[in-house]
């Protein structure tokens, strides 16, 4: 990609949670990654030295807020205020996943509303800009007081089952694992042309879920399984069980933009019915991922890249939501 320019220079630093991805991006856009080493002293505080000027320039910081979860934000928030002190012509917090996003409403009496305070603390610290991906709540954007780009993972993952099983085969279908998912299951069915069908369930408590029953045909069906996050797998397996035990599924592909896998994940993905597990990169695979052969990765580096040269020459990325 060339990028043109306007009075400053495009800049892309990135923190210890993703380097991987922050080069992959740099190279989309034939940029070096820029010159920052995000350390810590011996208590744990947060230590950056930036190694270049950013004076004028559009600085776009990588940075995805996963686990260690409290870590990856701070470094965040360092780096976003090391950039305005330095003055940095403008200052976009790349976010690819974006933590403490399910804690965006009072689900009970004295809970807190995390993203909102997130939002909230990445404003405060100097950002001008919020490019992310697939927010668990779309209505998250409306807790920043500054734009946020929230880019949709579905259209990569639903390309990728376009290329391998082609366009409205009816032996497919996909399935929401939740009434809450079926908007953007729907649309993602729409892209394939295929049919729809959701699991109700009841979630007793946090991390944990309870399959009540089928909405839709799946008997006889290869089923898609689309959801925004895997995180323990729990209610993904138990999808996947219900889907085969109760709908009589043939088998199951299970594809999410954010493979957060934590804890029991890999064990429990082993273990259940699920074929494959396509994930995002937009958080880094677990060093024992190697663990679970079923697990295939693609990269949002190409749309994240786009992105940043659309928002650098000032002009519309609307068509990347399609």
Known sequence: MNLISHGKEVKVFAG????????AICQKLSKKLGD???????????????????RGSDVFIVQSTCKPVNDNLMELLVMVDAMRRASAGRITAVIPYF???????KAKS???????????????????????????????????????????????????????????????????PD??????????AQKLELGLAIVDKRRP????????????????????????????AGSLCHAADALVKIGGAKDIYACASHGVLSGP??????????????????VPARPDSASCPKIKYLSVAPIFAEAIERIYEEVSISSLFD
Request: hydrophobic fraction near 45%; charge should be negative.
């Open 99 to 105: 933590g403490y996003a399910r804690q965006d409403r």
């Open 179 to 188: 009434v809450g998912s079926v908007a953007r299951a729907r649309t993602f």
């Open 36 to 54: 920052c080493r995000v350390s810590a002293f011996a208590d744990g505080e947060v230590s950056l030295s930036l190694g270049e000027p950013v």
């Open 265 to 282: 994940a890999l064990d429990r993905i082993n273990a259940s019915p699920i074929d494959e597990l396509v994930l995002l990169d937009t």
């Open 110 to 176: 004295r809970d807190p509303i995390s993203a909102k305070l997130v939002a909230n603390l990445i404003t405060e610290a100097g950002a001008d800009r919020v490019l992310t991906m697939d927010l668990h709540a779309a209505q998250i954007q409306g807790f920043f007081d500054i734009p946020v780009d929230n880019l949709f993972g579905a259209p990569i993952l639903a390309n990728y089952y376009l290329d391998r099983f082609g366009k409205g085969n009816e032996e497919f279908v996909v399935v929401s």
């Open 205 to 232: 408590k946090p991390n944990s879920s309870e399959v009540m029953n089928i909405i839709g045909d799946v008997e006889n069906k290869h089923v898609i399984l689309l959801d925004d996050m895997v995180d323990t």
């Open 16 to 23: 210890n949670s993703n380097p991987a991805l922050a080069k």
